[in-house]
């Protein structure tokens, strides 16, 4: 390995984070979205030594491609979960998660009687309307009816308590 790529390896133990993200941006020809210096600096050193040795062997690039056309795997969930221009009332809402059983869908309405308060959400394409203010789950309005976290369906009685499921009774 060339004297200046160890150098430079080795600069990458005193920079910020920032410095490294633009040092990443440099050696990769895009950005990242990470924040870990340990992980910033392991992928650039990488990079470096491999722009400087070459990379992989033709073989081993031969060997990945074939590895990599036998995979679908997904790296990344995609980013927006918003609902579509278009979906129609009765179609499951893309931004809640879609269980088998009890899927929310646009127009539905949950009730739930909480310290003597009836609490009413209903489903809407944008989100749950609650109280005049629309919320993406209902851990957030479970949160914001009781002051602490909830798993908003089972707060809401869409789901049962995983010990209530074995045939006991929750505690």
């Known amino acids: 390995m060339k004297k200046k790529t160890i150098e430079e390896v080795q600069n990458l133990h005193t920079q910020t984070v920032g410095e490294l993200k633009r040092k990443y941006a440099e050696v990769f020809g895009e950005e990242t979205r990470s924040n870990n210096k340990d992980y910033l600096r392991k992928k650039i050193a990488w ?7 070459g990379g992989l062997s033709e073989r081993a690039r031969k060997r990945a491609e074939e590895l990599a056309n036998d995979s679908d795997i997904r790296m990344r969930a995609p980013k927006t979960k918003t609902v579509k221009p278009g979906t129609k009332m009765g179609e499951p ?70 010990r209530e499921k074995n045939g006991k009774k929750a505690i």
């Open 93 to 162: 809402v893309s931004f809640l998660s879609k269980s088998k059983s009890k899927e929310l869908l646009p127009g539905m309405t949950l009730k739930r009687v909480y310290k003597n308060q009836t609490l009413l959400v209903t489903v809407t394409e944008k989100g749950l309307l609650f109280n005049g203010k629309t919320y993406r789950s209902l851990s957030a309005i479970a949160k914001e009816v009781t002051g602490s976290l909830w798993n908003g369906r089972l707060f809401f009685g869409l789901t049962k308590h995983s």
């Open 47 to 53: 990079r470096l030594q491999s722009l400087d040795e």
